[in-house]
Every structure is written in C-alpha cells, then in structure tokens.
T-cell receptor, first 114, second 112 residues
Framework: GAVVSQHPSRVICKSGTSVKIECRSLDFQATTMFWYRQFPKQSLMLMAT?????????EQGVEKDKFLINHASLTLSTLTVTSAHPEDSSFYIC??????????FGPGTRLTVT | KQEVTQIPAALSVPEGENLVLNCSFTDSAIYNLQWFRQDPGKGLTSLLL?????REQTSGRLNASLDKSSGRSTLYIAASQPGDSATYLCAVSPQGAQKLVFGQGTRLTINP
C-alpha cells in the first residue's frame, strides 16, 4: 500500500516551453502533497505544499508564477514548470501525506531543459 | 529555523561490517523523524519512521534511535551488504509544520 506515482519519469524540453509533471497517490487519498527539487548530489529542497482544493503554499525563494501547482483531487497534484530554462533542469520529486503524517514519495521526474 | 545535519557525508566500508550513520537536528520540537534510502537517479524509499514519543525502531538489519532532547538520531546497519550501497537521508517533521526538513545525506558504499 501507500504507492505514489509520477509521470513522466523523464522529460526533455526546449527552453521557453512549459512542462507538466503529475503526482498520483494510487491506493490512498492525500489531502496534502509536497513537491521537492533535488540538484545532483544534493539533498531534497521543499518547493511547495499542495493542499487539495486550495492554493499551494510556496517556500521562500520559489516563484509561484513559474512553478504552478494544482491539487484538484485527493489523488492528483500537478506541477507545471512554465517557460522553462536550462537552470530549471533538475530532479523533481513529489510526496503524498498519508496516515500519521508519514510522507510517501514518488519515483521522481528528471527534467532536462535544452 | 530547523536544520538537519548528517555525518559523515560519505562512508565506504567492507562487506559484513556493522556501521552507524548519524543525524542531528537543531530544534527538538519535532513530530517525527524518518530515515530514507535513495538509489542513484531514483526516488526515496522510507526505511524507518520514529514518532517523537518513541526511542527507536527496528526493521530487519536496520535500527534507528532517537534522542529528541539532544537532537540526535542514529541509523545502525548490521552485517552490511553490497546491496546496502545508496544514499541515506534523514528528515524531521517539525511540530506545527506540514513538511519534512532533510539532511544532506550520507553516501554509503559497501565493498564486496
């Protein structure tokens, strides 16, 4: 149980285009989902907290107009990187909050912007 | 602001050894602490979760302890195997905050 999926697992896009990443909780409902970013050989940095039916809460320094988050249902949150640039290339990981506030993580999405 | 530190940053040991990974956090007001494993290019696998009221948790060859008052946790791996090679991340959930704060991780290599 407590499986979280992400789609796509890898994406390459051209500079200036937008990319959408999906995060789904497959066997449980998650009121809260989280989006993290990880640079090579570094730890995870929380970007935003996504609550179903309300606006996401962004961490300091994260541009909300660039990283659009939508949590329209209890099993799906999406992250859209708008007008992507090479510096947005990174590993994006989502997690979904389950029972007892434990977070269950997706397998990650590798974004490369050329 | 909660900060999490993991020592050492990297560790290489021969197969079969017992080893300890360390994690420290600056604010003892936490809800829980989790240890994760991350293989290169992959997501996170939860290994152990310790609630703030607990002192330790065990799963197979893994044992995690928590000393909340001193802001420390250790992950003990017994009889290490090459398959244990990965990056191990420690994360705390601060009280009153819906998020995890991660340490930088310990990159572990078990040599056959």
């Amino acid at each position: 149980g407590a499986v979280v999926s992400q789609h796509p697992s890898r994406v390459i896009c051209k500079s200036g285009t937008s990319v959408k990443i999906e995060c789904r909780s497959l066997d449980f409902q998650a009121t809260t989902m989280f989006w993290y970013r990880q640079f090579p050989k570094q730890s995870l940095m929380l970007m935003a907290t996504s609550n179903e039916g309300s606006k996401a809460t962004y961490e300091q320094g994260v541009e909300k107009d660039k990283f659009l988050i939508n949590h329209a249902s209890l099993t799906l949150s999406t992250l859209t990187v708008t007008s992507a640039h090479p510096e947005d290339s990174s590993f994006y990981i989502c997690s979904a909050e389950g029972f007892s506030y434990e977070q269950y993580f997706g397998p990650g999405t590798r974004l490369t912007v050329t | 602001k909660q900060e999490v530190t993991q020592i050492p940053a990297a560790l290489s040991v021969p197969e079969g050894e017992n080893l300890v990974l360390n994690c420290s956090f600056t604010d003892s007001a936490i809800y829980n602490l989790q240890w994760f494993r991350q293989d290169p290019g992959k997501g996170l696998t939860s290994l152990l979760l310790i609630q703030s009221s607990q002192r330790e948790q065990t799963s197979g060859r893994l044992n995690a302890s928590l000393d909340k008052s001193s802001g420390r946790s250790t992950l003990y791996i017994a009889a290490s195997q090459p398959g244990d090679s990965a990056t191990y991340l420690c994360a705390v959930s601060p009280q009153g905050a819906q998020k995890l704060v991660f340490g930088q991780g310990t990159r572990l290599t078990i040599n056959p």
